[in-house]
């Protein structure tokens, strides 16, 4: 079964601008959570999709955004990107019971000039 | 509310030499918890898990990790390292009871000396 996809794989940008990146999850799962990580701030929450709806979200302002599709793929959204969003972006997927086991994709990593 | 401490930053091991990654956990409810591995450039793949259902854990590549309750740990370990060891790991805990999240710890970087 392959496993949970992203796109792209890198990315550069610049202040001001918006960035959208997509993620596939395994074949059967519902759910699809996003994180951040970064050196200073390490992995952070973002948000979780499952059936199209967002069932939780973190701590993280409103330009950062997300959806998902109803074939489980998701997409996240950053508007007017700054400095500090330059991190590596995780998507992971899981069938979607709670506490239930994660599989992580290979990350996008968003630089921002 | 959920949380994980790792101690260590980065650890050092001799090829051959017991690996000791420790984690401690702070959990409102029974927590799950959970371990990763991040190689360069990669994402992070599942070590293993914990569920209650034992309180010593088996994960893939050798490690295993115990639950201590009356410690709150979660501690990592393999007997014997090998240098494609070499890594970055995470101590992870489930969030609160409703949610689908993960809190990670800080990271340990791990370096095995040939």
């Known amino acids: 079964k392959a496993g949970v996809t992203q796109t792209p794989r890198y990315l550069i940008k610049t202040r001001g601008q918006q960035v959208t990146l997509s993620c596939s999850p395994i074949?059967?799962?519902?759910?699809v959570s996003w994180y951040q990580q970064t050196p200073g701030q390490g992995l952070q929450f973002l948000f979780e999709y499952f059936s199209e709806t967002q069932r939780n979200k973190g701590n993280f302002p409103g330009r950062f955004s997300g959806r998902q599709f109803s074939n489980s793929r998701s997409e996240m959204n950053v508007s007017t990107l700054e400095l500090g969003d330059s991190a590596l972006y995780l998507c992971?997927?899981?069938?979607?019971?709670?506490?239930?086991?994660?599989?992580f994709g290979p990350g996008t990593r968003l630089l921002v000039l | 509310a959920q949380s994980v401490t790792q101690l260590g930053s980065h650890v050092s091991v001799s090829e051959g030499a017991l690996v000791l990654l420790r984690c401690n956990y702070s959990s409102s409810v029974p927590p799950y918890l959970f371990w990763y591995v991040q190689y360069p450039n990669q994402g992070l793949q599942l070590l293993l898990k914990?569920?209650?259902?034992?309180?010593l854990v088996k994960g893939i590549n050798g490690f295993e990790a115990e639950f201590k309750k009356s410690e709150t740990s979660f501690h990592l370990t393999k007997p014997s390292a090998h240098m494609s060891d070499a890594a970055e790991y995470f101590c992870a805990v489930s969030g609160p009871t409703g949610a689908n999240n993960l809190f990670f710890g800080t990271g340990t970087r791990l370096t095995v000396i040939p």
């Open positions: 992971a997927s899981s069938h979607g019971t709670l506490q239930e086991t994660q599989y």
């Open positions: 914990y569920t209650s259902a034992a309180t």
């Open positions: 074949s059967g799962h519902r759910s």
